[in-house]
């Protein structure tokens, strides 16, 4: 079963947009930023891909959250993810979703829900 982090809210300091996630059963200090995103138009997501040495990890962020990531990205702020106290920058996101901002748009390949969605918030 692939290992999933659900956000399940976000908070600001003065330089980062804080994505925080329930407890996870396994350490988050040996997990790194892959620094690629995929995603998941089921769930109205973008996933954003951890990994270990031995498998990957996908973090969940939720149209519920995506006016905080607009918002981020729009600042420059760094975007990080919060477990337990524990803190992972994630890496190329800005890239990552803009292109996965410009490719759904317009592309009902991603479902028509995901398309209006990216082009309601983006």
Do not use: C, H
Request: cysteine-free; aromatic content about 10%; proline content about 1%.
């Amino acid at each position: 079963m692939q290992k999933r982090i659900e956000i399940k809210k976000t908070s600001w300091n003065e330089q980062q947009l804080l994505l925080e996630a329930d407890s996870v059963s396994f350490p988050l200090d040996q997990v790194s930023a892959s620094n690629q995103m995929l995603v998941d138009s089921d769930n109205l997501a973008f996933i954003y891909k951890l990994e270990t040495a031995t498998e990957f990890i996908y973090v969940s962020i939720k149209d519920d959250f995506w006016n905080d990531v607009k918002q981020a990205l729009e600042d420059k702020k760094a975007i990080v993810l919060v477990v337990d106290k524990t803190a992972l920058l994630l890496t190329n996101i800005e890239e990552e979703l803009g292109y996965l901002i410009e490719n759904i748009r317009d592309n009902a390949n991603y479902g028509e829900e995901m398309e209006r969605r990216v082009n309601e918030i983006f």
